[in-house]
């Protein structure tokens, strides 16, 4: 069974820093890009970074020099490190394989979101 859980979630104040997790599984997780996303209240998801298989990057300009994604292919774990938070990066982060082919086709596959609150 294809699968994304993501953790790390949390309340942090304004400044702070948190690293979120999304453990991959039922697929060859070193083979495929993989994204996060981020929804807040009232706003449309948005990509917020992407990482290749090689491992190139891309970030959105939001969150360029603040957050760094990553991923342990051994571990079939991807991360985002993210640092410098202000109260505009709350949101639910989505973890994303944008193109996994699974049951027969190529589709989108995502993870159940955690929660970053950033507040004082």
């Known amino acids: 069974q294809v699968q994304l859980v993501e953790s790390g979630g949390g309340l942090v104040q304004p400044g702070g820093s948190r690293r979120l997790s999304c453990a991959a599984s039922g697929f060859r997780f070193s083979s495929y890009a993989m994204r996060w996303y981020r929804q807040a209240p009232g706003k449309e998801r948005e990509l917020v970074a992407a990482i290749a298989a090689g491992g190139s990057t891309n970030y959105a300009e939001s969150v360029k020099g603040r957050f760094t994604i990553s991923r342990d292919n051994s571990k079939n774990t991807m991360y985002l490190q993210m640092n410098s938070l202000k109260p505009e990066d709350t949101a639910v982060y989505y973890c994303?394989?944008?193109?996994?082919?699974?049951?027969?086709?190529?589709?989108?596959?995502w993870g159940q979101g955690t929660q970053v609150t950033v507040s004082s």
């Open positions: 994303n394989a944008p193109a996994l082919y699974y049951s027969g086709s190529f589709r989108p596959l």
